[in-house]
């Protein structure tokens, strides 16, 4: 029961869900950090996006946007879709870009992906790459303390040893992951997911400030925004 009542919490499709509102509230941050940027500028905005979707920009009200204001370039491990003429896709690793010069992007973006890139060396390869590429960067991941962890929506399930997480996903259906029977993929997708907390992300991008999304007084994610000033 717990488990769906978290489960609608998140489901992005609804418009009234807290995913939903934190999303747009997250947007909200950055948008106004974009128009600042935008109004001083005098050539096309180039924005990476690590990990994101077309949707994303979508639902952010940036295809009222054309060329001469942004140019969006999103990169994944496979190349995802995109109608837009604004917004590029391409096929690339978040751990290592060596196609992209330094400070090539104005701006780097990524939402909830550094918790996927791997181990915390994985994690810190994709950083120095963010902060490497990018003039500025503004990224948002998942707070190792929130209670519930967000990916299979059960509570703590991030401080569970990896024997009891992987028997938890062979058995159960865990938020919207259906339970895998296998052992070893079991075990696979509960390694897919490696959280950070506030105090690791500082290591990680020193120098930058960091915004915290509030739910119930806790905080549910982090923010963390640099080279803005």
């Not at 978290?6 to 948008?31: A, H, I, M, Q, Y």
């Not at 940027?37 to 979707?53: A, E, S, W």
């Not at 009891?164 to 339970?179: H, M, S, V």
Request: glycine share 6%; proline share 4%.
């Amino acid at each position: 029961m717990a488990t769906k009542v978290f489960t609608r919490w998140v489901d992005e499709k609804n418009g009234s869900s807290l995913s939903t509102e934190l999303r747009k509230k997250r947007f909200e941050l950055f948008r106004a950090l974009f128009e600042s940027l935008l109004k001083t500028k005098n050539q096309p905005i180039k924005i990476l996006d690590v990990g994101g979707r077309a949707t994303t920009w979508e639902r952010a009200g940036f295809t009222q946007y054309d060329c001469s204001q942004v140019q969006i370039t999103i990169i994944n491990t496979e190349p995802v879709s995109s109608e837009y003429a604004h917004i590029q896709t391409v096929s690339g690793d978040a751990r290592a870009m060596p196609e992209y010069q330094d400070s090539e992007f104005d701006i780097v973006f990524s939402n909830s992906v550094i918790e996927h890139v791997g181990n915390f060396e994985d994690q810190a390869r994709m950083a120095a790459e963010v902060c490497r590429v990018g003039q500025r960067y503004f990224l948002q991941t998942p707070n190792l303390f929130f209670p519930v962890e967000p990916h299979f929506l059960f509570p703590l399930f991030q401080f569970f040893p990896l024997w009891l997480k992987t028997l938890l996903i062979q058995n159960f259906n865990l938020g919207w992951r259906p339970r895998t029977t296998g052992r070893e993929a079991a075990k696979e997708l509960a390694l897919s997911v490696q959280l950070l907390s506030k105090r690791q992300l500082k290591h990680l991008f020193p120098g930058a400030q960091v915004h915290a999304e509030k739910f119930m007084g806790l905080n549910k994610s982090y923010m963390m925004c640099g080279g803005w000033e």
